[in-house]
């Protein structure tokens, strides 16, 4: 199988509000973008339903929609996308090489792709249960009564009552969040104690909205298109005990994992993977290669954020260019 061979100025790994924000940008500055699609184009919020915190739409927006806007407007300023699987990479000398398959279980490079700037907005993804229920709508009910993010979606459940799982500080941050909306938080954890700091775990402990079920697991989440959550099977690792347990909400807190795997040990990251950034700049260790998004931004992990960093790390690349373009 031949190869075919592309050559920009601008390359933009990832197509979520991050890496398509990024090429409206690079696109508006007449450096003709090209953006390679994941293996979730969109990113996140095309699994997202109602989208209510995103600046310009009053009334809401659905998350697919909303990133086919962002796609039509980086296709309006001249980007180019294209969907392929990236599962090498050659950072060591400009122009980048990035190497592309037709699928992730393909073993022929079908394109090579050269980069005199790499934007890298791979994001990140939330880490689930696999359980049945908690797979993406249609086949489950993630993104209709299931949610990674209460920051999100938290307001959706007002006067509700939600389960979250998980025992770190995420999880306590998200349960304290939740009672602002819900009108009970069910803290689930499979141990007999919580692993996140003492500070965090006192207020949860002390709130009155928050009941914890410890020695706990969640097996299986229940509901129809139709009403959302419904409940969930839940069993007790000490007692084997199964029980259904009534909740409108199920939020998973148990971590995320910055898709930055391609470039361990070439780009610096964190003891988890989120790449390191300089300064105010989303200028990476390696010259010419910028990051940006939730594959760079472990705090706030929000579409508005992201969509922030991604015009950063275009303009960042575009006067890269223009300091070391003959």
């Known amino acids: 199988m031949s190869e075919k061979t592309i050559h920009r100025k601008v390359v933009i790994l990832g197509s979520g509000p991050a890496g398509l924000t990024a090429a409206v940008y690079a696109g508006r500055a007449q450096l003709e973008p090209l953006v390679i699609d994941g293996p979730q184009p969109g990113g996140q919020l095309t699994i997202t339903t109602d989208v209510e915190n995103y600046p310009g739409f009053s009334k809401g927006i659905m998350g697919p929609i909303l990133m086919d806007e962002f796609r039509e407007q980086a296709l309006r300023f001249g980007t ?126 002390a709130h009155e909205k928050i009941e914890i079920l410890w020695n706990t697991e969640v097996k299986e989440i229940s509901g129809s298109k139709e009403t959302g959550v419904e409940s969930v099977t839940l069993f007790n690792n000490q007692t084997n005990e199964t029980t259904v347990f009534p909740t409108q909400g199920v939020f998973i807190a148990i971590g995320h994992q910055p898709n930055t795997s391609l470039f361990k040990g070439v780009l610096d990251m964190d003891e988890v993977g989120y790449l390191i950034t300089e300064g105010k700049t989303m200028k990476t260790n390696i010259e010419g290669v910028f990051a940006c998004g939730d594959a760079q931004d472990s705090y706030y992990r929000q579409a508005v954020t992201a969509a922030g960093t991604g015009c950063m790390a275009a303009i960042d690349a575009e006067r890269f260019l223009a300091e070391n373009e003959a």
């Open 80 to 205: 180019e996308i294209i969907n392929t699987w990236i599962d090498r990479v050659d950072l060591s000398a400009r122009p980048f090489t990035l190497y592309g398959k037709d699928s992730e279980d393909s073993t022929d490079v079908t394109t090579v792709i050269k980069a005199e700037t790499l934007i890298i907005s791979t994001g990140a993804s939330a880490k689930w249960l696999g359980i049945p229920g908690e797979e993406p709508v249609p086949e489950g009910l993630g993104g209709n009564g299931v949610s990674a993010c209460a920051t999100c979606d938290g307001f959706f459940f007002r006067g509700k009552p939600v389960v979250i799982v998980g025992g770190g500080d995420t999880a306590m941050e998200e349960a304290l969040f939740l009672t602002r909306f819900a009108s009970k938080v069910t803290l689930v954890h499979r141990r007999h104690e919580f692993r996140a700091s003492k500070i965090m775990q006192d207020r949860v402990l």
